[in-house]
């Protein structure tokens, strides 16, 4: 049994009605392609067979837009439409590269940006270049609508924090102009599977290229959430980027990160793994 | 509570009868469209694999409900035994079927990408078909048959 009933609102209005009246008795679908496994598998709240709502017919809800600060994506946007997408292509390329590996092809073509925020794993492939780039969250209720800090809407594995009658109807994410963007993911193979552990920068050079003016370095998969590293960040900051500031860095990150040992991967090898990572993504900056 | 679906597979309109609850493979199968095959049914083997709206999907980790309006092309609607597709020709030549099992989803993938892409590269067919386990063959007759039906899509052979 997937479901004793699924509602196909075809307006955002009727949709957060909905939501308002069944409020925890209702989830949202969109592409639905981790929903309904985890309803199949009968795990957590997805084994009482919910009450689905499906927000497939309200296509207000696609959409890519690029306004003068920010690219705002809708809730039914899918990871191929980003991945086609010429405005993702040059604001977020960090994110076109995270995107690309999620899955399997079928997979992308199903599935949303928005759900994988609101699936919020740590090991989630979008989350790390959100993180860095302080990406936000719209949340909207029948009579409100704020946006939240991306660090503030994901409080856990699998834990959001979103009212009870609200619905996610955007993510923000900022422009950085100037800004060098990159991500990389180490996973045990390259279809089908999950991060072992992953790590997004996005870096500002000064003109003369002797100093890091900005820099925002995210990790997957070594915490409960997606965390910042931010005293290698600080330490990155406020020295001379050179080779020695690398290594540095990369001693720096390896004692920030706090992962675990699970399935995928054990302890040590992803705190060593942090420095590796972020050392290539330095001198690839260094060099260029 | 049952209702009614309104979809276009392999270009014919239909009216459906369906269950809340229901996949789109269930219904597909029950339809008659028996070349959509049941693998693993939790969106990892492939096997299962239509185009939705011209994009390969898998269809166990679908609700029928969520494809309203859409169209759905299933492997009984790109070729048949006496008029097969060029990609079909091509598993058919290069010698790539085993068991028989994946193939559906694979040729369904491997259009997927050359409907988009009409001169892939080997990795880029590696990828496109990285959602479609085959445990009876190793893969390489596969990506060197999609190789071979891009040359003929393009005209070439």
């Known amino acids: ?26 989830f949202p679908l969109a592409g639905g392609t981790d929903v309904l496994v985890m309803v199949r598998n009968k795990l957590g709240v997805w084994g009482e067979s919910p009450v689905l709502l499906n927000l497939n017919n309200i296509p207000k809800l696609n959409f890519i837009l690029e306004t003068d ?40 073509n199903l599935g949303t940006l928005t759900g994988n925020v609101c699936r919020a794993s740590p090991a989630a492939d979008t989350l790390a270049t959100l993180y860095a780039r302080d990406t936000q969250v719209q949340i909207q209720t029948v009579n409100n609508s704020k946006l939240v800090p991306i660090k503030e809407f994901i409080t856990g594995p699998g834990q959001i ?27 045990q ?24 003016d900005d820099i925002r370095i995210s990790l997957g998969a070594v915490a409960p959430t997606i965390v910042r590293a931010t005293k290698t960040e600080i330490l990155l900051k406020s020295n001379a980027f050179t080779k020695n500031l690398i290594e540095k860095a990369e001693k720096m990150i390896i004692e920030e990160s706090r992962p675990i040992t699970d399935i995928r991967s054990n302890k040590r090898y992803r705190k060593a793994m942090t420095g590796v990572l972020l050392g290539r993504i330095l001198r690839e900056i260094l060099s260029h | 509570m049952s209702q009614i679906l309104h979809v276009t597979i392999n270009g014919t309109s239909k009216e459906i009868a369906i269950e809340p609850d229901e996949i789109l493979l269930d219904i597909l199968r029950r339809e008659g469209y028996k070349g959509v095959k049941r693998g693993c049914k939790e969106g990892t083997c492939g ?3 239509i185009l939705l709206n011209d994009k390969a999907v898998k269809s166990c980790i679908l609700l029928a409900a969520q494809t309203e309006n859409c169209s759905i092309i299933t492997i009984e609607g790109i070729g048949t035994r006496d008029n097969p597709h060029p990609i079909q020709q091509a598993f058919v030549d290069e010698g790539v079927v085993q068991c028989g099992f994946c193939i559906p989803g694979m040729i369904l993938s491997a259009k997927n990408l050359l409907d988009n892409n009409p001169s892939p590269t080997k990795d880029e067919v590696k990828m496109a078909l990285d959602g479609n386990l085959c445990r009876c063959t190793g893969y390489s007759g596969q990506i060197k048959a999609v190789l071979a039906a891009a040359a003929v899509m393009r005209g070439e052979k």
């Open chain 2, 47 to 49: 096997t299962c694999t």
């Open chain 1, 161 to 187: 924090n979103i009212p009870e009658n609200g619905l996610v109807t955007k993510i923000v994410i900022p422009k950085l102009e100037g800004y060098f963007g990159d991500y990389i993911s180490l996973r």
């Open chain 1, 1 to 26: 049994m997937y479901s004793n009933e699924i509602l196909s609102p075809t307006s955002l209005k009727e949709a957060l009605a909905i939501k308002d009246q069944y409020v925890n008795d209702i």
């Open chain 1, 69 to 108: 600060s920010n690219i705002e994506i809708g809730p039914l946007v899918t990871h191929t439409q980003l991945l086609e997408s010429p405005i993702i292509q040059k604001h977020v390329p960090a994110l076109i590269k995270a995107i690309s590996i999620i899955g399997s092809p079928q997979i992308r």
């Open chain 1, 189 to 212: 193979r390259y279809a089908l599977s999950i991060v072992v552990v992953s790590i997004a920068v996005e870096a500002l050079l000064s003109k003369d290229r002797s100093r890091m």
